[in-house]
């Protein structure tokens, strides 16, 4: 867990709240939120700014930036804007800790990245090892010797079987269930309740049971 008990999480949405309930939970408080839209603070009281030149302005009138988090509070498909926001939180000196609910269980031979957040109810098994600014979303489960790109996203009760591989930015639908020993390529999606029984290739969008391919899209 981290040591830190100040944050600032970007995006102002559901996630943020989600994310400040387990920071508060730990005795923790939100500083700021950021966003690259124009709406409203999600949490009462805590002040929003836009954008990356919103965030520059804030660090430039907080001052001393030692001991303060930042988390990336965006859900979905958007493993690499979490991985870009990480980074820029590092520019400004900003530590980017794991986060785990404390009804989450997870291994303590399991090893999370930077920014890498596991919600309620989930579950990270034995020698499991996720990348940077993944998502395990509430009741998702990650079996046994799994290993996980940057910037993966389990939707809600999604379950990855024993010894899966998840390439970077792969998303896992709601319910959607990977059998054991099988490999999904980078920014492929998987749709919700889908039953995974053969490896996925890079960019592919599966759907169904057992899952096939609805489509194929040019990776960035």
Known sequence: MPDSTRFVLWGSAGHAKVLAEIIALRAGMVLALFDNREVASALPGVPIHLGEAGFRRWADA????????????????????????????????????????????????????????????????????????????????????CILGDGVHLAPGATLCGCVTLGDNVFIGAGAVVLPR???????????????????????????NPARPIKTHQQE
């Open 62 to 145: 907080y001052g001393d930036l030692q001991g303060v988090a930042g988390l990336a509070a965006i859900g979905g498909q958007h493993g690499r804007d979490r991985l870009a926001i990480q980074q820029l939180f590092r520019t400004r000196g900003l530590s980017v800790p794991s986060l785990i609910h404390h009804a989450a269980v997870v291994s303590g031979n399991a090893r999370l990245g930077a920014g890498t957040q596991v919600l309620a109810l989930a579950n990270v098994a034995a020698d499991a090892r996720l990348g940077e600014a993944c998502i395990v979303n509430h009741r998702a489960s990650v079996d046994h010797e």
């Open 182 to 208: 099988l490999s999904i390529g980078d920014d492929a999606a998987i749709g919700a309740g889908a039953v995974v029984t053969r490896d996925v290739p890079a960019g592919t969008t599966v759907v169904g």
